[in-house]
């Protein structure tokens, strides 16, 4: 950040950010975030909302805009945060987390029907339990998982972060 280092540390405590770069002229910006690359374990991030952060914005594993910087920076960024405050950030983060692990639901409850129904509606079942799904029940219960796993990724419309 280009800010001072007092601010800079008090927020990065605030989001649990333990290695913080402050007092960083904007020509410098691109320079530290692309020495970071590939020394660093996992992705490296950077927010900015100005036309000064859209070299470092570019050259991040993953740019985050603000929805009140500049258009320079939110065309740089992989992710623009639309309110303008940088809670959006961690927000973002765990809203991303969030979509993961409905994805992961979503598969297992998919590959689970398709294991259990499919079998079921060729007749597979039959010479052990006599059993077999016919045609009209196998529809029905394609459709209900399909409605099932549409619920189940919609919880995220209501999805809000835990504080």
Known sequence: TGDQPG??????SQL?????QA?????????????LIGTVPGLVAMA???????????SADLGISLGSGT???KEASAVVVLKGDIAGVARAFLM?????????QNLFLAFAYNALALPA??????????WALSPTWA??????????????????????PKN
């Open 71 to 73: 258009d320079a920076a």
């Open 139 to 160: 529809a029905g219960s394609m459709g209900l998982s399909s409605l099932f796993l549409t619920l189940n990724a919609l919880r995220l419309l209501k999805f809000s």
């Open 121 to 130: 509606a060729a007749g597979l079942f039959i010479s052990s339990t006599g």
């Open 7 to 12: 601010p800079a540390q008090a927020v990065a």
């Open 48 to 58: 900015g909302d100005g036309t000064n952060d859209t070299p470092a914005l570019a």
């Open 16 to 20: 649990g950010i333990t290695r913080v």
């Open 96 to 104: 991303g987390r969030a979509t993961v692990r409905v994805i992961r």
């Open 23 to 35: 007092g960083v002229k904007p020509d410098g910006k691109a320079a530290r975030v692309s020495a």
